[in-house]
């Protein structure tokens, strides 16, 4: 881990107006990688996550702050800078950072930030390099445009949930906000290539991204079992569409993932099994004999892994290649000392409590221009007088009047 900035990023300089999760995951992968970000928070209330918990950071005393985990979670390698955009001089404000911005990231409702004069239309001819990241539940266009868009909401219409959970059961959500992650990860990448473009032409661009359309393109080959076959898949639990046995499975003490991939993986498994007997099976012998077997060869394998324990199973199975893992809780996660080898847990101190707060670090690794942790996520309105100063040079009695008159925090 390094807290020096030797990211590619580096002098690359975003103005996020984003808030929740989709924009802020978008903004810090960026200012993992070096970019420069600058949150725009609401004074004394800043982004709604600071109050989502419990669990909140704790002090010495091991009291709560006011800084929960989920606002922790995405909010990294940013400065707060505390600002009323509702106020003309806020305004003013944003407007002036913005001439030394590469990219501005909001995800406001649609339209919403033409009262402020801080939209795309309003911005553009005094910003032509400016790229401008719009993230909304719909996108800008389209019958749903204008409506609010919740994660919950959007794994629901976007599909996923109809193919997630038991058969029998009720459609599940996924366990973490996947649409709102998805979204930011594939905002991210859009700018990356509106950067490339404006750096060839010296045009920027409104990049629009919608967590419905994020949600749509990551159903895979669910979409495209769909697409092709013009019959909507179902739920099947732990089981695969395409694949068997690639599933979860009951053994003496515990569970096991089994993940057969091809037919020479089945057969290695059937060896360590001691089911020659299936293996040689003709209704098994290919994975498309399998997917249409299925109803039949499951039971079978699912009374044998039964008789024998979870560490029987993926000791032996790994050491013939067959994949297996165990069903990890979060806790046994992070214990995992590969999980801890690739340096997944990384701890930076808070400006809050000076205590260390562990995080989720960035899976991305780089041989010359690591990803650094530069910042601990950051106190509402932490680094106005810094970036007000520095950014726009504005004098100390300035900035001082700015915040008795509540334009800034």
Same mark, same amino acid.
């Given at each position: 881990?390094? +807290?020096?900035?030797?990211? !590619?990023?580096?002098?690359?300089?975003?103005?996020?107006?984003?808030?929740?999760?989709?924009?802020?995951?978008?903004?810090?992968?960026? &200012?993992?990688?070096? *970019?420069?970000?600058?949150?725009?928070?609401?004074?004394?209330?800043?982004? +709604?996550?600071?109050?989502?918990?419990?669990?909140?950071?704790?002090?010495?005393?091991?009291?709560?702050?006011?800084?929960?985990?989920?606002?922790?979670?995405?909010?990294?390698?940013?400065?707060?800078?505390?600002?009323?955009?509702?106020? $003309?001089?806020?305004?003013?404000?944003?407007?002036?950072?913005?001439?030394?911005?590469?990219?501005?990231?909001?995800?406001?409702?649609?339209?919403?930030?033409?009262?402020?004069?801080?939209?795309?239309?309003q911005l553009k001819e005094a910003f032509p390099r400016l790229v401008y990241?719009?993230?909304?539940?719909?996108?800008?266009?389209?019958?749903?445009?204008?409506?609010?868009?919740? +994660?919950?909401?959007?794994?629901?219409?976007?599909?996923?949930?109809?193919?997630?959970?038991?058969?029998?059961?009720?459609?599940?959500?996924?366990?973490? *906000?996947?649409?709102?992650?998805?979204?930011?990860?594939?905002?991210?990448?859009?700018?990356?290539?509106?950067?490339?473009?404006? +750096? *060839?032409?010296?045009?920027?661009?409104?990049?629009?991204?919608?967590?419905?359309?994020?949600?749509?393109?990551?159903?895979?080959?669910?979409?495209?079992?769909?697409?092709?076959?013009?019959?909507?898949?179902?739920?099947?639990?732990?089981?695969?569409?395409?694949?068997? $046995?690639?599933?979860?499975?009951?053994?003496?003490?515990?569970?096991?993932?089994?993940?057969? &991939?091809?037919?020479?993986?089945?057969?290695?498994?059937?060896?360590?099994?001691?089911?020659?007997?299936?293996?040689?099976? $003709?209704?098994?012998?290919?994975?498309?004999?399998?997917?249409?077997?299925?109803?039949?060869?499951?039971?079978?394998?699912?009374?044998?892994?039964?008789?024998?324990?979870?560490?029987?199973?993926?000791?032996?199975?790994?050491?013939? &290649?067959?994949?297996?893992?165990?069903?990890?809780?979060?806790?046994?996660?992070?214990?995992?000392?590969?999980?801890?080898?690739?340096?997944?847990?990384?701890?930076?101190?808070?400006?809050?409590?000076?205590?260390?707060?562990?995080?989720?670090?960035?899976?991305?690794?780089?041989?010359?221009?690591?990803?650094?942790?530069?910042?601990? $996520?950051?106190?509402?309105?932490?680094?106005?007088?810094?970036?007000?100063?520095?950014?726009?040079?504005? !004098?100390?009695?300035?900035?001082?009047?700015?915040?008795?008159?509540?334009?800034?925090?």
């Open positions: 881990m390094t +807290d020096k900035n030797t990211g !590619p990023l580096k002098g690359l300089r975003i103005l996020d107006l984003t808030r929740i999760l989709a924009g802020p995951t978008a903004t810090q992968l960026l &200012g993992d990688l070096g *970019a420069d970000v600058i949150k725009i928070e609401r004074p004394g209330a800043g982004d +709604d996550t600071r109050g989502w918990g419990p669990p909140y950071h704790q002090d010495a005393e091991g009291k709560d702050t006011s800084e929960s985990a989920y606002y922790l979670a995405v909010n990294r390698n940013k400065s707060s800078v505390a600002i009323d955009i509702e106020k $003309p001089e806020g305004q003013a404000l944003v407007k002036r950072l913005l001439g030394d911005c590469d990219v501005l990231v909001e995800n406001f409702k649609v339209g919403g930030l033409k009262k402020y004069g801080l939209s795309y239309e990241c719009s993230i909304t539940g719909f996108g800008q266009t389209g019958p749903y445009a204008p409506r609010a868009g919740y +994660d919950y909401l959007v794994q629901g219409m976007g599909g996923i949930m109809s193919v997630t959970g038991e058969a029998d059961g009720q459609p599940l959500k996924v366990g973490v *906000a996947i649409a709102d992650i998805m979204t930011g990860m594939h905002a991210s990448v859009a700018i990356l290539a509106a950067l490339r473009h404006r +750096d *060839a032409t010296g045009e920027g661009q409104q990049v629009d991204l919608g967590l419905l359309d994020s949600t749509v393109s990551w159903l895979a080959n669910q979409g495209m079992n769909y697409l092709v076959s013009g019959k909507a898949p179902g739920r099947l639990g732990n089981a695969h569409p395409n694949i068997v $046995p690639y599933q979860v499975f009951a053994t003496l003490d515990g569970h096991i993932i089994l993940a057969v &991939g091809n037919d020479s993986q089945f057969q290695k498994f059937c060896a360590f099994a001691g089911l020659a007997d299936l293996a040689a099976d $003709p209704r098994f012998a290919t994975n498309r004999d399998r997917v249409a077997a299925r109803d039949i060869l499951v039971p079978l394998l699912a009374g044998h892994i039964a008789a024998e324990t979870t560490a029987h199973w993926i000791e032996g199975l790994e050491a013939v &290649g067959v994949p297996c893992s165990p069903i990890n809780t979060i806790d046994q996660v992070f214990a995992d000392p590969h999980v801890q080898a690739r340096e997944m847990v990384v701890e930076m101190t808070h400006p809050l409590t000076g205590l260390p707060v562990r995080m989720i670090g960035n899976p991305q690794k780089y041989s010359r221009t690591p990803v650094s942790y530069r910042k601990a $996520p950051p106190t509402c309105g932490e680094d106005t007088v810094e970036v007000l100063s520095q950014v726009l040079e504005l !004098p100390l009695e300035e900035i001082e009047r700015l915040r008795a008159s509540g334009v800034i925090g």
